[in-house]
T-cell receptor, first 112, second 112 residues
Framework: EAGVTQSPTHLIKTRGQQATLRCSPI?????VYWYQQALGLGLQFLLW???????NRGNFPPRFSGRQFPNYSSELNVNALELEDSALYLC???????????FGPGTRLLVL | KQEVTQIPAALSVPEGENLVLNCSFT??????LQWFRQDPGKGLTSLLL?????REQTSGRLNASLDKSSGRSTLYIAASQPGDSATYLC???????????FGPGTRLSVLP
């Protein structure tokens, strides 16, 4: 069974640009979570999507947004990129019941 | 607001030693607690998941305990090996389906 996949693995942008990160959950999983791991700041929760709806968001500005598609894959968009957005972005998916979240390998975003 | 702390921040031990990593959380009303391992620049690998009704979980050389009333969990690693070198993260899920709140991690180095 394939795990959570993320693309691209690396992304280089300049300040002010927009970045789009993608996540494909494990087959059958309907929930997708996004986390940011910036250097020295630890893992911070960004967004949670379930059944196509945004269920919760962390303490991030509105320029961080996303969506979940009918096939449950998800996209994270970061507008008006700032230098401090440079981080590893991790996606996780979850099925029903008492399952845990399964994490993807991440997308490393570098803003110059 | 749930906060998670981990002690120590870093640990260096010779191969073969048994060691304990500590995790504390401020709100005892949790759904589950999970220990992860993260290798440099990589995603997360789940190690042990403890449901709120459980007291401990074991997998191979790893044993994790949970004391909800005191807001603490420990990860015990027996007979440490150089391959155990990584950052160990403790994460708390407050309610089912909600996001994880992560601790800052303990960076472990096991010296040959």
């Amino acid at each position: 069974e394939a795990g959570v996949t993320q693309s691209p693995t690396h992304l280089i942008k300049t300040r002010g640009q927009q970045a789009t990160l993608r996540c494909s959950p494990i087959s059958g999983h309907t929930s997708v979570y996004w986390y940011q791991q910036a250097l020295g700041l630890g893992l911070q929760f960004l967004l949670w999507y379930d059944e196509g709806e945004e269920r919760n968001r962390g303490n991030f500005p509105p320029r961080f947004s996303g969506r979940q598609f009918p096939n449950y894959s998800s996209e994270l968009n970061v507008n008006a990129l700032e230098l401090e957005d440079s981080a590893l972005y991790l996606c996780a998916s979850r099925g029903g019941g008492r399952e845990t979240q399964y994490f993807g390998p991440g997308t490393r975003l570098l803003v110059l | 607001k749930q906060e998670v702390t981990q002690i120590p921040a870093a640990l260096s031990v010779p191969e073969g030693e048994n060691l304990v990593l500590n995790c504390s959380f401020t709100d005892s009303a949790i759904y589950n607690l999970q220990w992860f391992r993260q290798d440099p620049g990589k995603g997360l690998t789940s190690l042990l998941l403890i449901q709120s009704s459980q007291r401990e979980q074991t997998s191979g050389r790893l044993n994790a305990s949970l004391d909800k009333s005191s807001g603490r969990s420990t990860l015990y690693i027996a007979a440490s090996q150089p391959g155990d070198s990584a950052t160990y993260l403790c994460a708390v899920e407050v309610n089912y389906g909600q996001n994880f709140v992560f601790g800052p991690g303990t960076r472990l180095s096991v010296l040959p």
